[in-house]
């Protein structure tokens, strides 16, 4: 077995992990994947490709994501909605400083209360992940949509 | 025209005025129809870009009038060009791409091919082959341009117009608009992010709603939570002309909190006991020497200016038939911003749009109206909030604003 195998297999269960966090709304639980200091956005491939600095979401700390929760369950209004996640394909790399380089394609089912369901989002995780002492964690992770153009609202995490 | 007569009947407005506004102006199929021929493309001028956004000649951008796709293009190096993005041969769309760069606009369907300011220079095959086939020795090219469009620009915005009869932009915009325009855009725009975002209802919905500084701290409870807009802050609404033009504006820094509704805690928005881990997506900067913090504009039909802090935006909203619309987002500072101005706006970015903190609701609150009216014909909304006229008011606890887009809607709508 090569050691890119091996990585592919450590790094898989991540992405499973985190995707069911979010599918079942686990959200307290959403931050803790990340570092403390951490960078997550949601951005388009328009922009990412640009290299333009806003996207739709960007946070810079894990206390930002906690407040992305925290907004979502207390201040925000919106209507009750489900994500499911469906996970691409998994490239992998490890990098000269440790760290751990991997992209992830997602296309992500909306599912309102009406029944009304649709292909919300699709797009690809650009992310950097570390080793810590309480296993995988991001330290950085970019949402690339494939689409400039989102439906209505974008308020549980991708 | 016979759809005007069609719409007429369809559609009384109540005698009450600009207070009241028929449900039907939502969902009314031939209405629509009338807005593109009488509003979008009537004696108005229409937002579709920045100037950064054309730099060099040959650079184009498409983006729509109404729903009507059109193509703006830098034609020379102090002039735009602007046209219907629709060949005149067979209706092909001319320009796929949402930028790009031509030496000349060339249809690929039969190889018509248009200068940059729209003009027909060349018909494949015009002559036929080996004698044979070719257009009529009568066909004139000049006969065959690409429909084209007025263009005006302030402060590097693009604006087109359709109708010879629209005034001078700066006339459309009035001097109020135009001042506010100058304050903001007085450097060279530096673009931060582009997005869009697709709603469930009448564009109208999202404009008056944009209007209505009555919902801002209500239906927005992220930012009365934090203090960011409260509306016993210092602040007024400032009406244009017939009133179709408004501003929302307000001075953070002269909030005292107290005295109003929010210290009795009766308003479901007031959560004083909710702290933010990272408090950077609040840190700014005064920008303006006016001491304005907070400052929305809103352009006759469809153009938003916006000011939320250090975090500015264009917004132009397209309509997508009668039960939609998309919004289009450009997030904007200046080349002049240092790298920590850029943070501060990148951070506050986190606000608005699709996913903003503070105004994530609005994409949304317009199909809770959208899906509830169907089956109720012949009701009609109530706008009664700082009484039932049109004009600048000190309160934006008032639907003024929204009144006179209606008042301005029926002028150009003959309704």
Request: with cysteine; aromatic share 10%.
């Amino acid at each position: 077995m090569s050691g890119s195998t091996e990585l592919f297999h450590r790094v898989r269960p991540l992405y499973d992990a985190y995707a069911d966090c979010i599918d079942e709304e686990r959200f307290e639980q959403w931050p803790e994947f990340f570092e403390d200091v951490c960078f997550y956005q949601i951005t388009t491939r328009e922009a990412y490709r640009k290299s333009l600095p806003i996207g739709i979401v960007q946070c810079n700390s894990k206390g930002m994501l906690i407040d992305r929760i925290n907004s979502m369950k207390k201040a925000n209004i919106f209507e009750p909605q489900r994500y499911r996640h469906l996970l691409g394909a998994l490239h992998v790399e490890s990098t000269d400083n440790g760290t751990i380089r991997a992209r992830m394609g997602f296309g992500i089912v909306r599912t309102l209360e009406s029944g009304d369901s649709m292909l919300f989002l699709s797009g690809v995780w650009h992310d950097e992940i570390v080793e810590t002492p309480e296993g995988l964690r991001f330290r950085e992770k970019i949402a690339v949509l494939d689409s400039g153009c989102v439906d209505t609202l974008i308020v549980v995490p991708v | 025209m016979s759809d005007v007569a069609v719409r007429e009947q369809r559609i009384q407005w109540p005698e009450a005025g600009v207070s009241r506004v028929p449900f039907e102006i939502y969902t009314d199929e031939p209405l629509y129809e009338g807005e593109q021929d009488l509003l979008f493309k009537g004696p108005i001028w229409n937002f579709v870009g920045v100037d950064v956004e054309v730099p060099a000649i040959g650079d184009f951008k498409t983006n729509f009038v109404g729903d009507t796709p059109v193509v703006v293009v830098k034609s020379s190096a102090d002039t735009y060009s602007a046209f219907v993005n629709r060949c005149a041969h067979r209706g092909s769309t001319l320009c796929y791409e949402k930028t790009g760069n031509r030496d000349a606009f060339t249809c690929v369907y039969h190889n018509w091919s248009y200068d940059l300011e729209g003009n027909l220079k060349t018909v494949a095959f015009h002559k036929g082959v080996r004698g044979k086939g070719g257009l009529p020795d009568d066909f004139r090219t000049c006969d065959h341009n690409l429909q084209k469009l007025r263009v005006q620009e302030l402060c590097g915005l693009l604006f087109v117009s359709f109708d010879e009869a629209a005034p001078d932009l700066e006339t459309f915009l009035g001097p109020k608009m135009v001042a506010h325009i100058r304050r903001i855009f007085s450097k060279k725009v530096r673009i931060l992010g582009t997005f869009s975002q697709y709603m469930h209802n009448n564009w109208k919905l999202y404009m008056e709603n944009v209007k209505d500084s009555y919902h801002a701290s209500l239906l927005h409870t992220f930012f009365t939570t934090f203090k960011l807009n409260r509306l016993s802050m210092q602040g007024g609404l400032v009406l244009e002309g017939d009133g179709g033009h408004h501003i929302s504006y307000s001075k953070m820094a002269t909030d005292s909190g107290s005295g109003t509704d929010y210290e009795s805690g009766s308003l479901r928005a007031q959560n004083d006991e909710f702290a933010l881990h990272d408090d950077r997506i609040l840190k700014s900067w005064p920008e303006f020497e006016d001491g304005i913090t907070h400052a929305i504009q809103g352009i006759f039909p469809n153009l938003i200016v916006q000011q939320i802090q250090n975090s500015l935006a264009l917004r132009l909203l397209i309509p997508r038939g009668v039960n939609g619309c998309e919004l289009v987002w450009i997030m904007f500072g200046f080349e002049s911003d240092t790298q920590e101005q850029t943070d501060i706006r990148v951070a506050l970015s986190n606000l608005v749009g699709p996913a903003g903190l503070v105004s994530m609701e609005d994409g949304v609150i317009g199909s809770f109206v959208q899906r509830a009216i169907v089956g109720n014909q012949g009701r009609e909304t109530v706008l009664e909030m700082g009484g039932r006229s049109v004009e600048s008011q000190e309160s934006r606890v008032s639907e003024a604003s929204v009144r006179g887009f209606w008042q301005t809607y029926r002028k150009y709508m003959g309704l």
